[in-house]
């Protein structure tokens, strides 16, 4: 078992920054590829960006490269993803997922997920 909880979300202006964690207990760690996926209001749950265990590779949906960072630290058993330039239609609860089997941009593949932390963006 491994449990998440995310924190760092807020309400913040059109090109700010915010910086979601997500610590996780319970299991190893390191085994575990992550990702960061949102959720708006009467929309499916989408894909943000993944990271392998080791942090070496990471990818993103096309809609937040060049903006948005997924990094990992496994001393602390902890996952971020920094948001620059942030857009309204960020706007989203955002959740992290862990995978044993490697990074996937599909949410249904995920073994255990957070319970998610607001973003709102005002324009």
């Known amino acids: 078992q491994v449990q998440l909880v995310e924190s760092g979300g807020g309400l913040v202006q059109a090109g700010g920054s915010l910086r979601l964690s997500c610590e996780a207990s319970?299991?190893?760690?390191?085994?575990?590829?992550m990702g960061w996926f949102r959720q708006a209001p009467g929309k499916e749950r989408e894909f943000v960006a993944t990271?392998?265990?080791?942090?070496?590779?990471?990818y993103y949906t096309d809609s937040v490269k060049g903006r948005f960072t997924i990094s990992r630290d496994n001393a602390k058993n902890t996952v971020y993803l920094q948001m620059n330039s942030l857009k309204p239609e960020d706007t989203a609860a955002y959740y992290c997922?862990?995978?044993?089997?490697?990074?996937?941009?599909?949410?249904?593949?995920?073994?255990?997920w957070g319970q998610g932390t607001q973003v709102t963006v005002s324009s």
């Open positions: 319970g299991h190893i760690f390191s085994s575990y590829a």
């Open positions: 997922g862990a995978r044993g089997l490697g990074s996937s941009s599909d949410w249904h593949e995920y073994d255990y």
């Open positions: 990271i392998s265990w080791n942090g070496d590779n990471t």
